[in-house]
């Protein structure tokens, strides 16, 4: 059972994140959800399929979930066929799902009181970094707990530990926060850059050397809206999600959130123009109509 | 003639940039405006003190000026004892200032019309960075006109030529809109942090592999805010008219910006409570404030 793991939830950040276990040699378990494609590819891979998160949990030491959302992570632990009932006593449970810290505290709650372990784990680098192994994962546990998961992390890209179980969910919205407004930023700058008839490349070029120099701004946008794409990447309703647990965490500990609350009314508008399944820079659609411009990179 | 350069407006920024000149072996020729005890420190370097512009343009092949805004920039060059009144023909006139690209195009056009030759050559990177005669330097200015301007922004950074005149504060108010905005980003999402007990040092590292990772997260707040400090840096004051430049080139050509606008208001609102002079960090403090914590580094 040792170097078992089962994961639960092979969307577009899972599979990749799941294909780099198989690659580091895990003996993997999966499921499918809605979607058989994604499991029958891995399965071609090497993983077995263990129809549903009881029965990867049956078959795994280590059981990680990777969903949209706190509903989906209950479901997969505590559903009529969730993973608690497959699963062995001790068993680790890994979330890297992105969810309110207030969740993520309750279902340490209950798999402790079931006789688990748990450990939150969201990631940070989008499907690309997903792919090549490299993410940034922000790790919330005990530091017993941290030192099992860490083999099955470092597959899939470097475990930070920031704190005790909830912790890596609270530095991951701190990210969100902080790339939902640095995009929002990018955008309003490259949009005037663009109508005041600046050349894109150059001004990318400088920026990056200024005070003004963001990841997103010299890694993201460039793959993205500035080449004209906005495919994800980063789904614009899921940032929406991530935007929104910020929001209501804030509100619960009485944290002001001015710019976030605007950015998250904005990539709304974009949601409902149709774009909550494009990459999140569809914002810039808003910009460039509004504007009457289109923002590109020459090359 | 060739090795001489003149220099208005050695205040927080220019002092170090004068500085700079002195030690590439310029012969710098500066004057005193309101505050004597700049010129009397770079005059111990070995500058001459031109008394006023005019008197700075009479000894210098190139005249720089780098002053808060348009009208001080009108008055360097045409007021009473203004530069023009001193300069030869073909003098090459360099304003480092930030101020608007319309502004910019009116100069050229006023100094051109009287047989001068002009640059745009905003800078960014805070007085740290003007003291190691490491500025990102963003130029506007002609093909031949950057050739001439070169040697001597070299000595105090590194010139990046982005377009015509004019263009150079284009892409210095595109890095603006972007620090202002993110700025405030990393500010909400820290007072979040702190607020739900997140250990700070270990955040600003794990953000810094992240999606979020941002020059300022990493390189201004450990040195200002996150270390308890709010000594300019950058003037909160400075960075307003540089977003009102902004917002208002941006209103002349159509272009959208409801997120730089609230950044806007709230600087202006920090400004308001007495902080207008101290580090634009300074808007953190109504975050503290309204959050009750204070947001720190441990070392």
């Not at 499907?127 to 940034?136: E, I, V």
């Not at 400088?206 to 993205?224: D, H, M, R």
């Amino acid at each position: 059972m040792e170097n078992t793991v089962g994961f639960i939830g092979v969307g577009a950040m899972g599979e990749p994140m799941a294909a780099s276990l198989l690659r580091a040699g895990f003996a993997l378990t999966v499921c499918a959800h809605r979607n058989r494609e994604p499991v029958e590819r891995l399965v071609a891979l090497g993983a077995r399929d263990g129809t549903d998160p009881a029965g990867v949990a049956r078959a795994s030491a280590c059981v990680i979930t990777c969903v949209p959302d706190a509903p989906q992570v209950d479901e997969a632990l505590f559903g009529e066929h969730g993973a608690t009932h497959g699963a062995a006593p001790g068993t680790l449970f890994i979330d890297m799902s992105t969810i309110s810290p207030v969740a993520t505290r309750e279902f340490d709650r209950r798999l402790r009181a079931a006789g688990f372990r748990f450990v939150d784990a969201p990631v940070s680098g989008g499907t690309a970094r997903a792919k090549t192994g490299k993410l940034t994962i922000i790790v919330g546990a005990s530091d017993e707990d941290v030192r099992d998961a860490e083999p099955v992390l470092r597959a899939m890209g470097t475990p930070n530990h920031v704190g005790g179980v909830g912790m890596g969910e609270v530095v991951k919205l701190v990210n969100q926060i902080i790339i939902s407004n640095t995009m929002i930023a990018n955008i309003e700058a490259l949009t005037f850059a663009a109508k005041a008839g600046a050349d894109i490349d150059a001004t990318l070029a400088v920026i990056g050397t200024a005070t003004g120099s963001n990841y997103l701004l010299q890694n993201w946008l460039p793959q993205s809206w500035l080449a004209g794409s906005h495919a994800p990447g980063f789904m614009l309703d899921l940032l929406r999600k991530d935007l929104a647990a910020a929001l209501d965490s804030a509100r619960a500990i009485g944290v002001p959130m001015p710019a976030s609350s605007l950015a998250y009314q904005l990539y709304t508008a974009s949601s409902g123009e149709g774009h909550g399944r494009d990459d999140y820079t569809s914002v810039a659609q808003f910009y460039e109509r509004a504007a009457g411009v289109k923002v590109r990179k020459k090359a």
